[in-house]
DNA sequence: TTGGAATGTCAACAAGGCTGACATAATATG
DNA sequence: CATATTATGTCAGCCTTGTTGACATTCCAA
């Protein structure tokens, strides 16, 4: 990608790319993920949840339905672990179960009212930082860093992040 | 980017700031960090060694003379749990910890040979999927990346981000 | 009918967070 | 000098969240 021209303006360089700007961004994703997590994990223990229940109520949330192994792929836990989130979520009434209509094997997970308001005040709140750091970066830094951020992903995981996107 | 919306030039349609762009970018932060830290995971592993073990290693390498209060702020951690971790590490031959010379009280933390090797191991795995990120999104792309990255941190965080960044 | 898939559950374990309490040594302060 | 504070280490115990392994149930499909 437009590496090749030594004349062009755009800074062809290659300096982004050294072994210290590596690892400043190494780090930068390291600090900002703690930003990241810093204010629903505090919505959370309040409640005595983790994060873990952020993870499944998020994609509950996004994808209503959804089935436990799906939940499985995208969180990619085992699904030991998953259930016993998910317990305490539909034991709690935020979450609930349905047996599936077309197989009767699956369930299909959904968000209770209750689920939906804590759902809100977790994203509201993590939305809250992002549209803070949105705006000091401005809109052409937004699109760098979501253009980086989905190169970084595994291809299997950029897959999910693309079927979420188009089922706005 | 070109977001030449209501025709001006500047692009502050502000449609960046949608909640659905901000949920995107939340997915996005979420998938990218699974991919930042898998390639270190697996190396970790084998060594029967966790992230926790990987932050610490990271930071006296970057840092070498650090103090365990030092690195305590920055990891954000408490006392019982990286001591913890630093001392498999100074029993694994990884990590030496000097009794301070200015202040004997303090311990100052260096990394041995063999834990260089580790941090390099870990630090040439983690780079090279940062290297084909940046190399894949362009040197504009990363510049935004670190710009949202840097916005996203909590003030305190931005400090020692900052710290690090000079210390180069 | 039988095999396999999807799910749930039990048990056990480990990493890595946390709090609280206490010990030690060294510095800082009165 | 006496005392308080700081830096560090350590022990004990608890929680969340990940793991593996084993096993039961239900139900679709060949």
Do not use: C, W
């Not at 919505?43 to 994060?51: C, F, H, K, S, T």
């Not at 000091?136 to 937004?142: C, D, I, L, R, W």
């Amino acid at each position: 990608m437009a590496e090749g021209g030594a004349g062009t303006p755009g800074g062809e360089s290659l300096l982004f790319l050294t072994d210290e700007q590596l690892r400043k961004g190494i780090e930068a994703m390291f600090f900002a993920y703690r930003g990241f997590t810093a204010d629903p994990d505090r919505i959370l223990a309040e409640q005595g949840y983790g994060r873990a229940h952020h993870r499944a109520i998020h994609f509950i949330n996004r994808s209503p339905g959804t089935t436990v192994n799906n939940l499985l792929n995208i969180l990619g836990v085992t699904k030991q672990s998953l259930n016993r989130v998910l317990r305490s979520l539909i034991e709690d009434g935020l979450v609930e179960s349905r047996v599936g209509t077309r197989d009767k094997r699956e369930r299909n997970l959904y968000l209770t009212g209750r689920g939906a308001a804590l759902e809100a005040e977790l994203s509201t709140a993590q939305r809250a930082r992002m549209r803070q750091a949105y705006r000091t970066a401005g809109p052409e830094a937004v699109a760098g860093f979501r253009t980086v951020l989905e190169a970084m992903m595994d291809p299997e995981m950029r897959r999910h992040f693309a079927a979420l996107k188009e089922a706005t």
